[in-house]
T-cell receptor, first 113, second 108 residues
């Protein structure tokens, strides 16, 4: 079955450490996205990529980095520069969000202590 | 650039109706609607395209007013399973943003 997979589901890290969240899709989608969700808030765009080897910053890219070396994979690194990294992170993919739906992974809940 | 939703929260009894609004400051190409249960990924409900017709399935439907840059989601005869947070998503050019969210709780 096609889908989008995020791992791990729960992640704990010490303050000051970088951590990488995995996102893989086998839907053959060109576009992939990373969102951050905090309690009581909507989904805020961190980074998005519309094609391999190309990505753009969203509204809250500071303290995050991404790569898109393969069509199927779009990992997100939360760096030590991110001041408040504890959050629920969602990865999504789509053919084109202008006229088709977004498919979401199950999310990664990151807790930094 | 994030679209604004209203109301922020609503509590319904089973069988009651609700309307959730989504408003953008930018011209929209399309509007999506998703429902998210706590701790889970958002689930796609429907998409409305510019120039398209009102959409719906079962007791959930939506409209899209391109001139006003607004969309509304209509839930009729609500069921307990409708509880969750509803998000609109708006596409403008190459940008896509989710709304602020509306928490909907259906009680027996």
């Amino acid at each position: 079955d096609g889908g989008i997979t995020q791992s791990p589901k729960y992640l704990f890290r010490k303050e000051g450490q970088n951590v990488t969240l995995s996102c893989e899709q086998n839907l053959n989608h060109d576009a992939m996205y990373w969102y951050r969700q905090d309690p009581g808030q909507g989904l805020r765009l961190i980074y998005y990529s519309q094609i391999v080897n190309d990505f753009q910053k969203g509204d809250i890219a500071e303290g995050y980095s991404v790569s898109r070396e393969k069509k199927e994979s779009f990992p997100l690194t939360v760096t030590s520069a991110q001041k408040n990294p504890t959050a629920f992170y969602l990865c999504a993919s789509s053919i084109s969000l202008r006229d088709t739906e977004a498919f979401f992974g199950q999310g990664t809940r990151l807790t930094v202590v | 650039q994030q679209p604004v939703q209203s109301p922020q929260a609503v509590i319904l009894r089973e069988g009651e109706d609700a309307v959730i609004n989504c408003s953008s400051s930018k011209a929209l190409y399309s509007v999506h609607w998703y429902r998210q249960k706590h701790g889970e990924a958002p689930v796609f409900l429907m998409i409305l395209l510019k120039g398209g017709e009102q959409k719906g399935h079962e007791k959930i439907s939506a409209s899209f007013n391109e001139k006003k840059q607004q969309s509304s989601l209509y839930l009729t005869a609500s069921q307990l399973s409708y509880s969750g947070t509803y998000f609109c998503g708006t596409a403008t050019g190459n940008q896509f943003y989710f709304g602020t969210g509306t928490s909907l709780t259906v009680i027996p």
